[in-house]
């Protein structure tokens, strides 16, 4: 809250203050201290005049329009009147003979009430100076009194009564109260239904403590209310608002009750609102607030939210404390006496006033104070102090122009401090409605005509540069102008919108509207405009186009008061219309494809009292009650505040904000929108509005983010296309918008464009239409293509005659007139003439032709027409099929050579046999692949089982299987009949049947391995009855009988014992069972019957338990057996068998067996080597076998004379002299072979000992230097590893292993 000023006068230095604002206008403020004076000043605070009385003034009031003042003094029974209208003051005598104390002035007439310290009371009617003395109304002092809206006088007096009198003097009421009264006020009390009474309750506060209500024909039936005792006092109370009643307590408490029957006694709010004391409450109907003072702070509520604090002002100088709170009527300014004896006036409502040019506003700060500023631009604010309150604010580029009534006070901005200059002020011929400024001009609009005139013209000059408008009365008045750097703008009430160039002050052009135009709205450039006309429709107009049409604005409300162009260099085409709760935004789209038009994006709340001034960027700047600025951003540009900050708002949001910047047209903002958190819908409505706008580089970008491939091609295809008709063609046509597309494409450079489209579109009655104008040479193509629909959808007469127009009859087009030939055709059928449409089917080189001829006669049961077609096009099938509907047999048979469809061949084959021709019938049967026809004919009629066999066993036919099953039956063929039994899955009969016949070894090697559990078991118990104990039990073990199974294998004779036997391992081996396992294992002991069996069988049964350990052990005891008898291979097989399996079962492998696979391995190395001719290598091996020849007990003598022989052969004379020396011996020389025996005694006599020394080689394990064949390491104590090539130890470097055995060997003798 602005200070206005301050009154502050020596004489009243120490006093409280007894003061009143003029009534209804406010203009002045009277004041009285304890000097002998009554001082008059204006609401700017200038000492207007002073009222010299005799003595103190004791009470003042002003009438009810504020024209008159009243004021009373001690020491004088005079009435002093000021009248304000003329500055005057006159004396009326009282004729009261005592004191006055009260005066006060009715509310509705010309009545003035006084009332004196004896209780005395005069009424003077001012109009016909008529005074009612009224004697002993009171027997006290009159302190307090209130009068009606119905001329009731209420007055309080010190001897503790109330009366009540009406205008004539009379008193209606008196009542006696409990204390003194103070305030007394008239008002309505809260009821449920409206009372038609008036004021009929009457308030007074009594002794300060009790607030007393009641109804003035019921004075006895009282209503007092108490307060709690902390609040204090009261010193002051107001009613407002529907009952309601403000009271201010001395303590500093702020209380608001309702006098509502049921809501009487509640607080509806209490605050403290001082902390100390609290002296006077206030309160602005006009404003809707209520302000209470205290200590040194005054506080102001709204009264429609009274929690909300709207000011405090801190007084901080007045030490003694505040006093009195008066407002004005209309609220403008609050006056706040003091102890000290100063008066304050503040500022609480500004009249709105305000203007802008461009980015700069002119606004109303204080009542003498208009603000310049320009946030935009970042300029610091002007202040210019005004001469008198202006009604109205005008703002160029340079200059600020204020003024009331008919005259304009004109000020330069300038740089320099104090940034402005006054230059003149001017009177106009009338009052001035509305005023403009350009850089240059001034346009003052008054009583229906519009002054031009220079702002900064010499005198003589301005003369000559002034002029009015209209010049012709005729031309109607003018009620709202506007001006812009080059034009001038005006409407009249005849709808006239003119546009004068300022220049040259000529009319460059007039629109003419149907109603009186109210106001008008160019944009900054003076290019565009919008008016508002008197039925308060919203219009814009283009006055630089004549050609463009005028434009409704949409949903444009009638209380719309002004419309704001927005400021923004990008942003000419948006501009918001506004009234006193809204700001509606709209945008004019220029170039769309669908012309220019003008879109409402949204409205925008405004706070209360709010005046828009500027629109920049979104933002609108905003002018309040109070004298500040506030900014206000529009719901419709919500997008913007997003780009600056990064949070992803929600989807909805998100698209809401998107259509937003679409309709303002910008882009760029609602890519980016897109691009942080856009779906792929939004992509596509901002791709469809780049389209609509016709920004096809942009929208080329757009699609491209959101991958749509097939519109970016056909965007790039349009790019160069400069012809705009042809451009939003061709845009209308991507958005679907066919006739739009047509018209555009019609109007355009290339209309021809349209014709591709409608056939692009498959719409052929607009093709045909536009190419009858555009290009007829084309009418045929579009006939046939028209005609090809027309026949897809069954229409064929319309069809026939647009397949006949379509012909061409040119050679280059041969292909499409066949194409209409052949429809021609087809078209013909399906009306019923079938001879001319079978004679061009037939004619025409197509097959595809005949096919389609022949499927339409076909179906209308034309067969023989229809099979004609078909064979002519080679269709040999359906040619086939449709001859067998008309029971052509001869054609049938021509065709059947040709015919591919084994339906055809049965159909043919099953006529046949009807015939009696069983040949035939059968080889047709075959081509249809009915294979149990062919047998049952090959059976039946032909009596060829032979080939019936065949093709059962080819085909695997089951029913086939069954018909020679029976054939061989009738035969008596029991073994076949069974066989063929089985293939046709008949088990149980095949059973039965090789039952009866004795036929089960048959059956059961026939049944194999697809036989089930059941079948199995039949068998079995087949066998068991016959004591054919193998086959019994075989089939036990089939079915998992594996006990049974033993059984009959151990019952076997010794005849088949070996597989009986074998057959038994396998038994137990799969049962896992373990007293089957020792009933085997007694049977091969020889336990049960005192015959040991062969060792291998018991190898075979441990193999088959899966027992490794004993089968090794018996595998060692097998092959010793072996090797006595000297089966060397043998016993190396099972040795080496059971290595591996001992190894694939990770089970560790004995010594011995190791071993003595070594020295069989060793032996069976030796052939390889001598066969070779490698007699060292062999040579060795021999030496190896022969250390060890216990373990040949068969052949010691071969073995020692081979080794004789080898060794001597090698060159290793003393190992040969040694095995030489060894068979010397008795027991082995008459055994030696005659042949060697004379050689070996020679060596024997004269021994050779010299030896080949053989070669070292590093052991594999640790290195050391070994004989080749040592296979004990004598360092390390390791066995090594032999090569199954050499029989040498192995070596690290050489190593490799046998793919099949996975034995190792030396890799350079291994694949030697």
Known sequence: MKSVFIL?????????????WQKTLGNYIAVAGQDNSVKIFDRHGHKWTELNLPGRCVGMDWDKDGDILAVIAAKSSSIYLWDASVNKTSQIDSGMRDQMSFILWSKTGPLLAVGTVKGNLLIYNQQTSRKIPVLGKHTKKITCGCWSTQNLLALGSDDNTLSITNHEGDTVRQTTLRGEPAEIFFSVMKTDERSAQGENSVSVSVDKKILMLFNVNDPENRIELTFQRHYGNIVSYRWYGDGYILIGFSHGYFVVISTHIREIGQELYQARNHKDSLNSVAISSALNKAASCGDNSIKIHELSELKDIHNVVRLDDETKGLDQLSWTDDGQLLAVSTQKGTLHVFLTKLPILGDSFGTRLAYLTSLLEVTVSNHVEGESPVAIEVEVEPTFIAMGPYHVAVGMNNRAWFYALVDQEPGFNKLKDIEYLGT??????NSDYAAALFEGKVQLHMIEGKDQEEKKQMKLFPDDDRKGRILC???????????????????????????????????GVRKVFPDLNGTRLVFIDDKNGGFLLSPANATDTCFELPNFSPTITGVMWDNWHADRGVFVAYDDDKVYTYALHKTTIYGPRVMLVGSTTLLFSQKP????????????ASGKTSEVALSTHSFLKRSTS??????????????????????????DLCTSAGSSTDWAELGRACLVHMEVELAIQVYRMSGNVGMVLSLQGIQGIEDMNLRAGHLAMFLGDYNLAQDLYLSSSCPIAALEMRR????WDSALMLAKRLAEDQIPFISKEYAVHLEFIGDYVNALAHYEKGMAHNNKFQEHDEACQAGVARMSIRMGDIRRGAAQAIQHPSRVLKKECGAILESMKQFSEAAQLYEKGQYYDKAASVYIRCKNWAKVGELLPHVSSPKIHLQYAKAKEADGKYKEAARAYESAKDWDNVIRVLLDHLNNPEDAVRIVRETQSIDGAKMVARFFLRLSDYGSAIHFLVLSQCNDEAFQLAQQHGQMEVYADIIGPEATQEDYQSIALYFEGEKKHLQAGKFFQKCGQYSRALKHFLKCPNTDDNLAVEMAIETVG???DSSLTNQLIDYLMGESDGMPKDAKYLFRLYMALQQYREAARTAII???????????????DVLFSMYTELQAQKIKIPAEMATNLMILHSYLLVKIHVKRGDHLKGARMLIRVSNNISKFPAHVVPILTSAVIECHRAGLKNSAFSFAAMLMRPEYRNEIDPKYRKKIEAMVRRPDTSELEEETTPCPFCGFQLPQNELLCISCKNNLPYCIATGRHMLKEDWSVCPHCEFPALYSQFIL
Not at 654 to 666: G, I, P, Y
Not at 760 to 763: K, N, R, S
């Open 8 to 20: 502050n006068d020596k004489a009243w230095a120490g006093s409280s203050l007894l003061y009143k």
């Open 432 to 437: 001035i409605a509305s005023m403009c400024l």
């Open 481 to 515: 102008h506007a001006l812009t750097a080059d034009f001038l703008y005006y409407g009249t009430d005849s709808g006239n919108v003119v546009c004068v160039l300022v220049e040259d002050w000529e009319t460059v052009s007039s629109y003419s509207h149907s109603v």
């Open 613 to 624: 001034l500027l629109l920049y960027n979104g933002e609108l700047t905003c002018q309040t």
């Open 646 to 671: 990064a949070s992803a708002g929600s989807p909805p949001e998100l698209s809401k904000q998107l259509a937003q910047a679409v309709m303002l047209k910008r882009f760029h903002e609602a890519c």
């Open 760 to 763: 692009d579109l498959l719409h």
């Open 1070 to 1072: 799969q049962a896992k």
């Open 1118 to 1132: 097998i092959a010793r057996e072996e090797q006595c008898a000297g089966n060397y291979r043998n016993a190396h």
